[in-house]
């Protein structure tokens, strides 16, 4: 017997009319699958101060690693800053072309 699930409605979060494939800066958050944990871990160290630090699994290390090496392989692509989180990634890139 297959039981089928009803998946949640996800907001539209796009501009209508607006073409994502122009020139300008945009912030991407890919997530993991059901939000497995796949990328990294979150160590806080022991001490009062210490600030908590993402932990990157080998998975985590290769989406780093491919991450870095993206705007080498996209002349018209820059990565301003990125983040791989244990379930997530963030990335602000800008595209100029």
């Known amino acids: 017997m297959c039981i089928l699930r009803e998946l949640p409605q996800r907001k539209d979060l796009r ?4 073409h994502y494939c122009q020139n300008g800066a945009y912030f991407i ?3 993991v699958k059901e939000k497995h944990e796949l990328l990294g871990k979150i160590f806080v160290g ?3 101060l210490d600030v908590p630090q993402t932990v990157l699994s080998e998975y985590g ?7 870095q090496e993206m705007d080498r392989h996209y002349n018209h692509l820059d990565i301003v800053n990125h983040i791989v ?3 997530h ?3 602000l890139i800008v595209i100029n072309g």
């Open 89 to 91: 990634i963030h990335l």
């Open 85 to 87: 989180m244990p379930n």
């Open 15 to 18: 501009l209508k009319d607006y």
């Open 46 to 48: 022991d001490g009062v």
């Open 29 to 31: 958050t890919i997530c």
């Open 61 to 67: 290390k290769i989406v780093k690693n491919r991450i």
